[in-house]
């Protein structure tokens, strides 16, 4: 096992799963100011990056629907913006409580998490969907 340590601005890999544990993880990862990069599987690679990224940053690959699957550089900034937008359409606030239903491997999922965080609303984690 490393002991190596999520460094301010590099990506340090996220095993993306709506469970207790998986969001602390997250959660402590987002503290050093390492960019997240959320994972599907265990060992799957992460992107090789030449420069520091904005601290609170998440790199996520699309899925290559218009083409090539690359990867993204979302700020903390937008997702602080995503963030009001939805407490301000949806009038959200702490006393609220989010099903975590989708994959935080994918920009939706993940959204809900961070979204739930800066808010401070509850999260409702049960590890997946299945219909």
């Known amino acids: ?18 469970t ?14 390492a960019v997240l990069v959320p994972v599907r599987e265990a060992g799957e690679g992460v992107p090789r990056v030449e420069k520091a990224l904005p601290p609170g940053a998440v790199l996520l690959r699309t899925s290559g629907s218009s083409g090539e699957p690359r990867d993204l550089v979302i700020t903390e900034e937008a997702f602080a913006a995503s963030t009001e937008a939805a407490r301000e359409r949806l009038d959200l606030g702490a006393d609220d409580i ?24 509850g999260l409702a984690l049960t590890g997946g969907f299945d219909a």
């Open 1 to 18: 096992m490393s002991d190596a340590q999520p460094t301010p601005g590099r990506p340090w890999p996220w095993r993306a799963a709506a």
């Open 98 to 121: 989010w099903w975590a239903s989708l994959s935080p491997a994918h920009v939706g999922g993940l959204a809900l998490l961070l979204r739930a965080e800066r808010l401070g609303c």
């Open 20 to 33: 207790r544990e998986a969001v602390a993880e997250m959660r402590r990862i987002r503290a050093s100011g």
